[in-house]
Structure formats: C-alpha cells, structure tokens
C-alpha cells in the first residue's frame, strides 16, 4: 500500500519532499531563487480545467517549499498565443515562464534574443532521464537549448470508429489516401460527415496542411531552407484535400482544434484528425462510441511514402526579458517532479505524452484508467510522436528553421488553402503567391 | 491707425486663462497628438514588434501597401461591411425606437429589454452567434433542416457571400440598441401640434413620418451616423473573432490587417503605415460627410 502523509493544504509528502528537492536545485542555480514577493507569471495554452487543476497542484507544492515565491497561472491560446507574446515582448511586460507552446515558436523567438537558454533547467532535471533526442529539436545554431520539452503530441492521428467501419463493411483501416477517401466516402451517411479536415483561415490549417504535403512525399522547405512549397507533391496534397472538402462539414470552412476535436467526439464525423485529447474528451463527453475508437498514423498518398506525424514538441521557456529567471528556472525543474507532472499528464491522458524515461515507466502514470484502456493507442501515438516533426524541423535532415512560427503565424498556407480549395482560384497562381509571401517572411 | 494696448489687468487675466486652460492642453497633447505623431513617425520605419529593433525606411511602407491588392480588397471589404452594417442599424435603430415610442405594454420592459445586445461583451456575443451559426449543432440550420428549407447544413461564416452577411447581421444586432436609445430621445422632444397639424392637412402615418418624424431627427441621424460609421469603420473584435478575416481574406478588414501586421507578421512599422492610411481614409470621408449634411442643414 502506498504510504501517503498528506499536509493540511492537501500536499502529499511526496511532493513536500520533491520541492524541498527543488528548493535545493534552486540554491545550486547561480543567484537566490528565494528572493521575497516574487511572483511568477505562468503562461500556457493548454488550459483545459483539468489541466488547470494539475497546474494549480504544482503551483501549491512549488508555493509551499518557496515561500515568498508566488505563481499566477495566465491561459493563452493555440490561436493567440503569437500576437499576445509580440505584444508582451514589445512591452516587455512578458511572462517569466511559457509552457506547451511548439518548438518551432520558440526557435523564432530564441534568434531574436528574446529567450533564456535552457541548459541549466535540463541539467536540473536531469539530462540523462529525457529520451534520446527529446531535446534535438531545442538546439539552436549556439549549441544551446532555447527550451526544453514538457512533452510529446502526436496532433495528426487519424482517428478511427469501429462500429462505423464495420457497419461499412471496411475491414481495416485506410493505408492511403484512396483508401481514406473511399473509407470517407462510404462512412459519410445518416447525417455523419467523412472526416472534419480543417479549412479554416488559421494555423491548424496551415499545421495540418503542412502534414498532408509530407505525405505526398514533398515539403515545405528543402533542408538548407530553401523554399520548395511550389511542387507536385503539394499540388497533389491540394488536389486530395480539395476532393476532401465534400467529406467535411459545411462548416470547416471555418474549422480549428476546437470544432475539429468536437466533431469527432460527439459522433459527428466517422473520422478525425487530432492528438490524444480525443480519449478523455469521448471517455468524459461521449462514452456510448468509447469502446468503439480508436487510432492510427495519417495515411499518405502512397503506400511507399513513409508516414509524417505532426508533433509540435511542446516545450517550456523562459523570456530574456523576464526580472525573475532564477525563480522561474527553478519552477520550470519543478514542473518534472514526479507528482505534479504525472498529475499534469494524467489531466489529459494520451494527449501530452511523457519526455522523461522515468516518468513512462512510473506505475502511476501507468495506473491511469484512459492509459490502460488505450495503451495500444497511446504506445502508437507515443512512437509516431517520437518520430515527428514541424515546420521547424521538417526532417531529421532539415536546418532549424527560425522562420517557421512566422511563416505559421502569417496563415500564407492556410491561404494558400481556402484559394484553392474555397475559392477555386488558379493552384498555380495560389502557390506563386503563398510561395512569394513566405519568401519575403525568409528574407525580412 | 489705433495700436490695441493691455492693461496690466487684462494680461494678468490672460496669463490666467493660458494656465487654466495649460492643463487641458496637455493632456490633450499626451492623448492625442502624441500617439498620432507616434504612428506617423513609427510608419516611417522598418520594426520588428517582438524587439522594436527598427531602420528607416521613409515612404517605403506607403508605396508597398499601395501597390498590393491587399490594401484596395481590404478597404473594399471595410466599406461593405461599414455601409452594410450602418444601414441596417438605422433603419432597425429608427423602426424599433418607432415601436417603443407608442403606448405599448410592457414599454418600461422592452426599452430595458432592447439594450441587451449593446450591453454584453462582444465576446460573448459572437460565442452565442457561433453557436447559432454552428453547422452540426446551431438552432438556424436545425430549424432550416426541420422546415425542409435545406438538406444539408448551410455555411454561413465559412463562404461567401454568406460570411460578409452574417457579419453584417450580427453587427446590426448588436450595435442598433444605440441608434434605438438617440433617436427614441429625440422623439420625446418632437411637439405633438405638428403631428396634429399633419393629420388636419390629411397626412396618414407614412407622409407624417417622412414630413414630420424624419425631419425632426434629421440633426441626431447626421451625429448618430458620423459616430457609427467612426466605430464601424475601425471594429475589429467582433469580425475578427466570427471570421478572423476568412474565408480566405473575404471579410477582412482594414483593422484586422493591421493587427495581423503588427502581430502576427511582427511588422509595426508597416501596421502603423496602415493604420495611418485607415485614419487618413475616414478622415477623409467625415470632412465630406459634416461638409454635405452642413450645406443641406443651410438648405
């Protein structure tokens, strides 16, 4: 039986002794992380209530062993998160910690001098404990880390319905994007659409988008970061995202993660397209289809084209511009503690997977009902996350791209999109175009 | 030829008025023409937002966002949406102050009741007409779908020319309460023996309202719209929040421009370019505006 001395304010001993420990890591970083009436702003946008929950756990332990050190949670958005940190970095009334958001923002952020190096955060936790390369995709050109990972999505799976692929008679799940459309094409009766693909004016457009040139066998940028968008392979992910469009709602005109998430969940769509948030959300919102999904890798155009999952890294960082570093190194070591970051990962199960070896051979991480349920689910969503990548790190071959979360953020791509496959305009004068305004963001 | 003198009085009593009003000027230089001169000044350089890091570049902003269709297709989209939205809060503005003017039940309740769309954050709103809008689960496309009006869902924030429409729908709604509360004032205050004139010259309630009523609110309509169209004009949250600009950039308007340039593009100097294009354009069209009904009100 597991010995648990719980405190008055509902910490466990566990956690008291982890944020000694942290108390301790903070007294090795270079200058007193214990200064009096600090307060930390943290900012984030995974911001479900359940996440906020297991952040307000770790805030209370890391409170509780850092006296005078406070820690205010701020949400931000998948959406909003760019413009609101240019306007915090302008004013330089930034947050002193920034997690969730994707490698390749930071990667931009951390050029321009506006991000503190890592290094002594991942030594803090332990350089050793994170798996192989869990940090690669943080190194930036001076061979420091701009950030450190806090997890692993796999945000592109395709998500599957049993019960619908039976009903159709489809005996597998689709390898390629004939069989996909197909699958689509047959599922998509009594009121449920094929697949809600966004089409929206955003970036899951764009991230998603980015997936589907991948799997025709193109890319975005060559590894050198030359501008390689205008190809075959991106002509032919336009012209099967566009034989897509009847397959998806009438309105993923207007689709990000939300509607697209929801889509699926409430039973609406035969399949989805989404990371592993999908499983608490049907366990907790539709449990009748619960038994019925399940996931795999997006298909590619050909069988002979290997797959490409979108994993936008999620990572941990601290502004340059941040009064309080020290404290905001230490909180940032103390987010891995065992408890509170097994409690973090366990608000949403399958969807922010563990970096730290440690942590995924944790029995308690393990005992989570959603973890056991779909373990061959979330064992396939942590590999395909493992091997994944973004726009800033297109292959293991690519430059770090320092552009990419401009490039994200101008929504040239999901422009590029809605022209082709919304407004029917010319491919060839929609990619010149798309193409010239990521050129310009490369050379500005 | 006679020299105007002071007295010591009267420019002890000057210096007076000067540091009286001194306090006024200021502030209306530090609100005022410091930001203008700010955003003229920042429109001539080349800024990254994140570092403020910045080199001139003169006119160069001006030229570039001149020559791209950007800018024509964002100020065409800008005026459609101003003039569409404008129309339809004065003519609902006008018809529902009409509607409360008359001795109805529950009067007190609908003049509270009509506010509401005003009142609530715009957030808000648009949470409450996406849902309404929403494909899968929105009452609009039930109903449709149950009248047998469609079979199938109608996207009405993702194509066009749908999006514009329900932007401009959604803007009437939430902004014509003012239009509602000025004109239902200005109402009270109309003397009743010019209605009782109309009526023994044999005027019915149509040629009462255009000969009398309309007149009458002729000076509150010429301020009502010059303030609506200012505001219209430059709205950003609620098109940006129920389209973001889409489909493509068919609902994209000037503001949302520059808070993309600014922001997402993390180019301040050109969104302060654009910005002062936009302040320049409503200039513009509200000197000819005060200058137009001024010449009619001499009339």
């Known amino acids: 039986m597991k010995n648990t001395l719980t405190f008055p304010n509902g910490l466990t001993r566990r956690s008291m002794l982890a944020g000694l ?177 966004p089409y929206g004016q955003n970036s899951m457009t764009s991230l998603i988008f980015i997936g589907f040139i991948h799997r025709a066998g193109g890319s975005v940028f060559t590894p050198d970061l030359q501008l390689a968008i205008d190809s075959d392979a991106t002509r032919n992910a336009l012209e099967f995202y566009k034989s897509m469009r009847e397959l998806c709602p009438p309105g993923a005109t207007n689709y990000s993660w939300g509607e697209s998430l929801t889509a699926f969940v409430s039973g609406a769509c035969a399949t989805g397209i989404y990371a592993g948030r999908v499983l608490a959300n049907v366990t907790a919102q539709n449990p009748g289809i619960a038994d019925q999904i399940t996931c795999t890798t997006y298909p590619t155009m050909q069988a002979d084209i290997p797959a490409w999952t979108f994993n936008d890294f999620p990572s941990v960082f601290i502004p340059a ?124 | 030829m006679t020299t105007l003198t002071q007295t010591p009085l009267e420019r002890r009593y000057a210096r007076l008025g000067l540091l009286l009003i001194a306090p006024t000027v200021l502030i209306f230089c530090a609100v005022i023409i410091y930001p203008l001169v700010s955003a003229l000044y920042l429109s001539l350089f080349k800024v990254f937002t994140p570092t403020l890091e910045s080199s001139w570049v003169g006119l160069a902003n001006y030229r570039e966002l001149l020559a791209s269709g950007m800018f024509w297709s964002a100020l065409v989209n800008t005026l459609v949406w101003t003039a569409g939205t404008l129309t339809l809060q004065i003519v609902l503005g006008i018809g529902m102050a009409l509607v409360l003017h008359q001795n109805i039940w529950f009067r007190s309740l609908a003049r509270s009741l009509i506010l509401f769309p005003y009142f609530i954050s715009t957030v808000v709103a648009v949470l409450v007409w996406k849902w309404v809008f929403n494909d899968l689960y929105g009452i609009l496309n039930h109903l449709l779908m149950q009248a047998g009006i469609t079979n199938m869902p109608v996207d009405y924030l993702g194509s066009m020319p749908n999006a514009m429409i329900s932007v401009i729908l959604v803007g009437a709604w939430k902004y014509f309460p003012f239009v509602v509360i000025a004109v239902l004032a200005r109402l009270q205050t109309i003397p009743e023996p010019l209605y009782e004139a109309a009526r023994i010259d044999g005027a019915g309630p149509i040629a009462r309202f255009f000969d009398v009523t309309l007149p009458q609110l002729r000076d509150v309509l010429v301020v009502i719209i010059m303030l609506r169209a200012i505001w219209d004009f430059k709205e950003f949250d609620l098109i940006w929040l129920l389209t973001g600009g889409g489909p493509s950039s068919s609902t994209e308007t000037l503001p949302i421009v520059v808070y993309r340039q600014a922001f997402a593009l993390n180019q301040m100097g050109m969104a302060a370019a654009w910005a002062v294009s936009m302040m320049a354009i409503l200039l513009v069209f509200m000197i000819v505006y005060i200058r137009k009904t001024r010449d009619k009100g001499a009339v």
């Open chain 1, 21 to 197: 420990a942290a108390g301790t890591a903070v007294s090795a970083l270079p200058r007193r992380a214990h200064a009096q009436d600090v307060t930390l702003r943290w900012w984030s946008p995974q911001g479900a209530p359940a996440q906020a929950e297991a952040y307000r756990y770790q805030i209370a332990a890391f409170e509780a062993v850092n006296p005078g050190i406070k820690v205010v949670f701020e949400t931000t958005s998948d959406e909003g998160y760019a413009p609101q940190l240019a306007a915090a970095f302008a004013s330089g009334e930034v947050p002193d910690i920034v997690t969730h958001l994707p490698s390749f923002a930071v990667q931009t952020y951390y050029s321009n001098g506006l991000v503190e190096p890592m290094d002594e955060v991942i030594a803090a936790v332990g350089a050793d404990d994170y798996y192989e390369g869990a940090n690669d995709v943080f190194k930036a050109a001076d061979g420091k880390f701009c950030a450190t990972g806090i997890g692993n999505t796999a945000s592109d799976m395709l998500w599957l319905r049993r019960d619908l692929m039976e009903a159709s008679g489809i005996a597998e799940a689709p390898k390629n994007w004939d069989e996909l459309r197909a699958a689509c094409q047959t599922m998509q009766k009594d009121g449920i659409f094929g697949a809600p693909l």
């Open chain 1, 321 to 444: 511009q941040s009064k309080q570093k020290e404290a905001a190194k230490a909180f940032a070591a103390f987010l891995f503690d065992p408890e509170g970051y097994i409690r973090q990962l366990h608000a949403a199960p399958g969807h922010v997977l563990p970096v730290l070896k440690s942590i995924s051979a944790n029995p308690t991480y393990q005992a989570n009902e959603i973890i056991q349920k779909y373990s061959a689910e979330v064992d396939l969503m942590s590999s395909a996350a493992a091997g994944g990548f973004n726009l800033g790190y297109e292959t293991s071959e690519h430059a770090s791209n320092d552009k990419a979360g401009e490039v994200i953020a101008s929504n040239a791509i999901a422009d590029l999109v809605q022209r082709v496959v919304l407004n029917g305009d010319n491919v060839d004068t929609a990619l010149s175009d798309c193409s010239k305004a990521i050129e310009a963001i490369m050379q500005a």
